[in-house]
Structures are given as C-alpha cells and as structure tokens.
T-cell receptor
Framework: KQEVTQIPAALSVPEGENLVLNCSFT??????LQWFRQDPGKGLTSLLL???SQREQTSGRLNASLDKSSGRSTLYIAASQPGDSATYLC????????????WGLGTSLAVNP | DVKVTQSSRYLVKRTGEKVFLECVQD?????MFWYRQDPGLGLRLIYF???????EKGDIPEGYSVSREKKERFSLILESASTNQTSMYLC????????????FGPGTRLTVT
C-alpha cells in the first residue's frame, strides 16, 4: 500500500534562506509526483508535476526533483520570502490498479521577515 | 485560467439536515473529485466522476452521495449530516487523464452542530 511521508511537519526560516522540503513514498510504481501549496483556509494550488520518467522540474524559484528508485522527492525553494509561508503538500499518482493520488500530510512553512 | 468554484466558503448545518455542496469548473474537464481534509488525516477522496452521470467511490464514500448531471457541475450530498462530517471539503478537476494536474476550488468549511 502506497504511503507518502513529508518531513518535517513544520519549518520556520528567516527570509532569504534557501530551503528544502522532503517527500518520500513507499512504492515506486507511480505515474507522477505533484507538489501543491495551500494557504490557510484555502484550496490547493498546483506548483509542479514531475512525470515518473523525469528527474526534475523548475518553476521560478522552485525546483522539484524526483528519485523514483529511492522513493524520494525534494522541493527546493530559493531565496525564500514571507509570501512563501504556506503548507506544501506532496502527492504521488499511483500506477497499477489503484490509480489515484496518494497524499502526504504536508509541511507547514513559515518564512519570517 | 482554469477556474473551479464552490458554492459556499462557510456553511453551518444541523445534525440530520440534507446538505448540498456544489462545484463548477469552466475548463471542460472530464474528471471531477470531492475530497475532505482533516487535521492529521490529510486529504481523503470521497467520490470522483469521469463523465456525466458516471461516478466511482473513493476511500470514504459512506454517508455521502454525488450527482453529475452536467459536465461542468459536480455536487456532493450529505443525506443526513452528522457531526463527524464537520470538515473542509475540496473539489478538484482534471482533463481526461486523471493523472494530470489537479485544479482545486477554494474549499467549503462545513460545520455540523
């Protein structure tokens, strides 16, 4: 059964720091891995989608990597800003019979001015 | 821009009431999803629909039903609301490939008293 874990659950950093959020999954049979952002009390916004055949994706200050064989992904945020404060969720889309997104619980990020 | 809207941001209902949550998307997406999100449990899939009048149960369908009479609209129905259905409800949609990027609505915070 696929399980997705995000560590740490919460992170607080000063503005300007580069930081890494981690996501691990137990079954490498995935179609893709997706990173989302959620502001308090709001819906989710898709940040990056990495296909299983890809190693990384970049969007602005965000870079997501995928190592399928080791069941790991990282989301790198460069030069963090207070506006980056949010919860970041990772989800993998399972291959095989159970074709759906499996979600992590998220990392709550606070970037302090 | 893809837009997914939900009928209410906040809703307060009494135990035993019938509750309708509506979701509308404007991008002609085939797939639509209903999730609930609870602290410590993350996002859990209630139902999804891959076409008009077609639906599949997710992980936690008990106590819920859905309706999709038009492609752009997906309704979640709580037949007899209970306090354990107090939660944040999120609607999402994707193109034909359900592994593609999911677009979320702003969420409905439902409180059942």
């Amino acid at each position: 059964k696929q399980e997705v874990t995000q560590i740490p659950a919460a992170l607080s950093v000063p503005e300007g720091e580069n930081l890494v959020l981690n996501c691990s999954f137990t079954d490498s049979a995935i179609y893709n891995l997706q990173w989302f952002r959620q502001d308090p009390g709001k819906g989710l916004t898709s940040l990056l989608l990495i296909q299983s055949s890809q190693r990384e994706q970049t969007s602005g200050r965000l870079n997501a990597s995928l190592d399928k064989s080791s069941g790991r992904s990282t989301l790198y945020i460069a030069a963090s800003q207070p506006g980056d404060s949010a919860t970041y969720l990772c989800a993998v889309f399972n291959a095989g019979n159970n074709r759906k997104l499996i979600w992590g619980l998220g990392t709550s990020l606070a970037v302090n001015p | 821009d893809v837009k997914v809207t939900q009928s209410s941001r906040y809703l307060v209902k009494r135990t035993g009431e019938k509750v309708f949550l509506e979701c509308v998307q404007d991008m002609d997406h085939e797939n639509m999803f209903w999730y609930r999100q609870d602290p410590g449990l993350g996002l859990r899939l209630i139902y999804f629909s891959y076409d008009v009048k077609m639906k599949e149960k997710g992980d936690i369908p008990e106590g819920y039903s859905v309706s999709r009479e038009k492609k752009e609209r997906f309704s979640l129905i709580l037949e007899s609301a209970s306090t354990n259905q107090t939660s944040m409800y999120l609607c999402a949609s994707t193109f034909l490939d359900r592994a593609s990027e999911q677009y979320f609505g702003p969420g409905t915070r439902l409180t059942v008293t």
